[in-house]
């Protein structure tokens, strides 16, 4: 009984930074993978990030890596993705997914977010 709310979007100047939050209320597992998408204008669905409670192993998309950094809070049951060096080609609806299992993929993830607007001014 996932769901997973975001937090965090808005508008910010390229070069800057912004902090995405996605809190998990009900969770059924301690041992999920969540995962950040983004989806743009006309464009498909892509993967940004994603960590293993397990050990809170991270994976990045190649667009995003070096630049953005994913976390997690236990406690809170809360996913962070912290944004750095922004470009106007970041501005996307961004998506927290969870899936159950520690095992990593981009893939076969069963439960979303609403999303969260991010745009990035040049």
């Known amino acids: 009984q996932v769901q997973l709310i975001e937090s965090g979007g808005g508008l910010v100047q390229a070069g800057g930074s912004l902090r995405l939050s996605c809190a998990d209320s009900g969770r059924a597992f301690s041992t999920y993978t969540m995962g950040w998408f983004r989806q743009a204008p006309g464009k498909e669905r892509e993967f940004v990030a994603a960590i293993t409670w397990s050990g809170g192993n991270t994976y990045y998309g190649n667009s995003v890596k070096g630049r953005f950094t994913i976390s997690r809070d236990t406690a809170k049951s809360t996913v962070y993705l912290q944004m750095n060096s922004l470009k106007a080609e970041d501005t996307a609806v961004y998506y927290c997914?969870?899936?159950?299992?520690?095992?990593?993929?981009?893939?076969?993830?069963?439960?979303w977010g609403q999303g969260t607007q991010v745009t990035v001014s040049s």
């Open positions: 997914a969870a899936k159950p299992g520690s095992v990593y993929s981009t893939g076969s993830y069963n439960y």
